[in-house]
């Protein structure tokens, strides 16, 4: 599903709710009260109902007759979705999910490049190189790394030529932003360039082994990283 566009009073209205659902303010199974709503939003009964149908796609709301409207128990809710997920980062960071990214990434991503090893396209590999060059060049400001990331790992699903292994883009690219505004922010870090270099040399060489080994040192250097930004912060 796509992203939510945050736009206006409409938008503000849908991450108000669901940031109170999803940090349990609002609790599963509790049914909305729409007119102490739509007062505190001071919008209409249609534009609030629409920011209910926003939640509603995602799994988050539900709307009953006698019932009205409830939070849906979190099994429910599409945790995939991008906009879930960046909703439960809104408050801080989220160490559980952080964890939980990484253990997907850890699934997903090595095979994906020995997949990629076998598929990537010349212009693939310009596209990964591109990504790298903007990385190196970021000079430690954190907003052009984080860019320089993603654009990385989206380069590198793409080039797997495989549409479901693409489509987990939405989930890669949220949590990694919030991963990497945690390690970015803070104080300098390692170059980032060598590991992600040794994954484009492995998909150049048509190298799968050495292509899922190169990712799986890139992630393990990452949950370091996470590691050392939490002991800063820590230590703050």
Do not use: C
């Not at 997907?104 to 790298?132: C, G, K, S, Y």
């Not at 991963?179 to 150049?204: E, K």
């Not at 990712?215 to 939490?230: F, T």
């Amino acid at each position: 599903m796509a992203q939510y566009a945050r736009r206006g009073v409409h938008g503000q209205t849908v991450e108000a709710i669901a940031r109170r659902i999803l940090t349990g303010e609002i609790a599963a199974g509790a049914t909305l009260n729409i007119v102490a709503l739509q007062e505190e939003f001071d919008v209409s009964l249609t534009a609030l109902r629409e920011a209910l149908k926003v939640l509603s796609a995602k799994g988050i709301v539900d709307a009953r007759q006698k019932r009205g409207t409830f939070v849906r128990p979190r099994a429910d809710w599409n945790l995939l979705d991008g906009d879930v997920i960046r909703w439960q980062f809104a408050e801080g960071t989220d160490q559980r999910l952080l964890d939980q990214l990484h253990e997907v990434r850890a699934i997903i991503e090595p095979a994906a490049a020995r997949l990629a090893a076998t598929r990537a396209t010349e212009d693939d590999l310009t596209a990964l190189d591109r990504a790298l060059a903007e990385m190196a060049q970021a000079n430690g400001d954190p907003a052009a790394a984080i860019a320089a990331d993603l654009a990385f790992h989206r380069a590198l699903l793409t080039a797997t030529h495989n549409e479901l292994l693409e489509r987990m883009e939405v989930v890669m690219e949220t949590g990694l932003a919030e991963r990497d505004r945690l390690v970015h922010g803070g104080s300098p870090h390692d170059d980032p360039v060598p590991s992600h270099r040794a994954v484009v040399n492995a998909l150049r060489d048509r190298d799968e082994t050495a292509a899922e080994t190169a990712m799986r040192q890139l992630l393990d250097k990452a949950v370091r990283d996470v590691e050392k930004a939490r002991g800063r912060r820590g230590s703050q």
